[in-house]
């Protein structure tokens, strides 16, 4: 019988830490691995430009990182009062050595998501990738 996938990784007994919508990275214990000690990208999205949904925290955070060590440049929503989380992913993405654009928005909202599209096109002309 083939080993089960979900047996070859360590299960942590973590903690239970509910939070309200939407949660954040800080109070989180252990804190979560985006990827910034272990995701090293090989070029495969070099000078691409993509747009990341939810890219504050959690896994639009990873997928803006690796993207962002793939060499991709980088516009993500999040919501405005997580800002600061925001700010995290964007010095991730820079640090990467890529643009990033950090952008406030409910994708719940029509009009919204209209100019997400447009502010996505006046920054990088052409979006090669959109992740949800």
């Not at 691995?33 to 090989?42: I, K, M, N, R």
């Not at 430009?49 to 959690?58: A, E, L, N, R």
Request: charged share 30%; aromatic share 6%.
């Amino acid at each position: 019988m083939p080993e089960n996938p979900t047996d070859k990784h360590p299960r942590p007994d973590f903690p239970q830490q509910d939070q309200e919508h939407p949660g954040w990275t800080g109070p989180m214990d252990p804190p979560p691995d985006h990827g910034e000690d272990s995701y090293e990208g090989s070029g495969l999205l070099q000078d691409h430009k993509t747009v990341v949904t939810g890219g504050d925290s959690g896994i639009g955070r990873a997928v803006a990182l690796a993207y962002a060590r793939e060499g991709a440049d980088v516009l993500f929503t999040y919501l405005p009062e997580e800002g600061q989380e925001a700010a995290e992913t964007a010095r991730l993405v820079e640090d990467a050595g890529r643009k990033a654009v950090a952008v406030p928005c409910d994708i719940r909202e029509e009009e919204q998501c209209h100019r997400l599209v447009e502010r996505a096109v006046a920054e990088f002309g052409r979006i090669d990738v959109l992740v949800n």
